[in-house]
């Protein structure tokens, strides 16, 4: 069983990398889509064009008969949004500065998570 991880995209992260799946470079967006096993062991990374692609797809790209396990849209939205509120975070931080207040800041990640909850 393979899964198909979703991770933030870090700062020390290369601008390009090469899909694991088409072996075509690619530009990474604010989101990864890595490749792992069932150990959990990254294989490689994802484009988004190979990351859009159905299971079977993938199967036959990888010429493998282990179930590849894609993330779900609601972990896409939930990565989305956590991205969302650390750059948040990260901007209010620069901001404010040393004499930093984070009720202002707390409340909006509030605001951000109930509505996660309401959809
Ligand atoms: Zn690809």
Redesign the pocket.
């Known amino acids: 069983m393979m899964k198909i991880k979703l991770e933030r995209t870090l700062a020390n992260c290369p601008t390009h990398l090469r899909?694991?799946?088409?072996?075509?470079p690619?530009e990474v967006g604010k989101i990864r889509k890595l490749l792992c096993d069932s150990n959990g062991l990254i294989q490689g990374d994802?484009?988004?064009?190979?990351?859009k692609l159905s299971s079977k797809h993938l199967k036959q790209k990888l010429q493998t008969n282990e179930e590849i396990i894609q993330p779900k849209f609601y972990q896409w939205w939930f990565k989305r949004l956590t991205i969302l509120s650390e750059a948040t975070q990260e901007i209010e931080q620069a901001r404010l500065g040393s004499s930093r207040c984070h009720c202002q800041n707390s409340r909006g990640l509030k605001i951000l998570f109930q509505r996660d909850d309401d959809s």
């Open positions: 899909c694991t799946i088409c072996s075509r690619f994802l484009c988004s064009t190979c990351s």
